[in-house]
């Protein structure tokens, strides 16, 4: 359906999303280190060693926006990133990184929320 989120299948061994993935820790880390000031830029020191999209939506606009939850190291820490990407063939620099930056922890405060619960209950 046009202009609706999709869930992309099979991510980890669907080349072109974990290409795009690998693009966009690229793209960050060139925007990163390349000290400019703007939006991707972020307050770490270091740049990011691509691991792998563990999860990917699409979405046809004009062209298809990926939606993707990035899998990256930093500074020997695994991190979840959010990242979103256009892609369009008909156009030379036919991928654009939109948006990248830490993805929320919504397991992690669950996780801490119930542990709480638990010692107060003692």
């Known amino acids: ?6 869930q ?6 669907n080349k072109e999303v974990q290409e ?18 703007g939006p991707l830029r ?23 926006k990926y939606y993707l ?7 020997g820490v695994s991190r979840t990133f959010d990242a979103v990407v256009v892609v369009k ?3 030379q620099e036919s991928k654009k990184l939109l948006n ?6 919504p397991n992690f405060l669950k996780f801490r929320l119930i542990k709480c619960r638990k010692l107060l209950s003692l």
């Not at 359906?1 to 999709?6: E, I, L």
């Not at 992309?8 to 061994?13: C, P, Q």
């Not at 307050?43 to 990011?48: A, F, G, I, R």
Request: proline share 6%; hydrophobic share 40%.
């Open 69 to 75: 939850k990035v899998e990256a190291v930093q500074g």
């Open 20 to 37: 795009l993935g690998k693009f966009s820790v690229e793209e960050y880390n060139r925007e990163f280190l390349s000290k400019q000031p």
């Open 100 to 105: 990248f930056g830490p993805s929320p922890r």
């Open 8 to 13: 992309v299948k099979d991510v980890k061994t």
């Open 89 to 91: 063939p008909w156009v």
């Open 42 to 64: 972020s307050v770490s020191n270091e740049s990011l060693d691509f691991v792998e999209v563990v999860e990917a939506q699409r979405q046809v606009v004009s062209g298809i």
């Open 1 to 6: 359906m046009v202009g609706a989120r999709t």
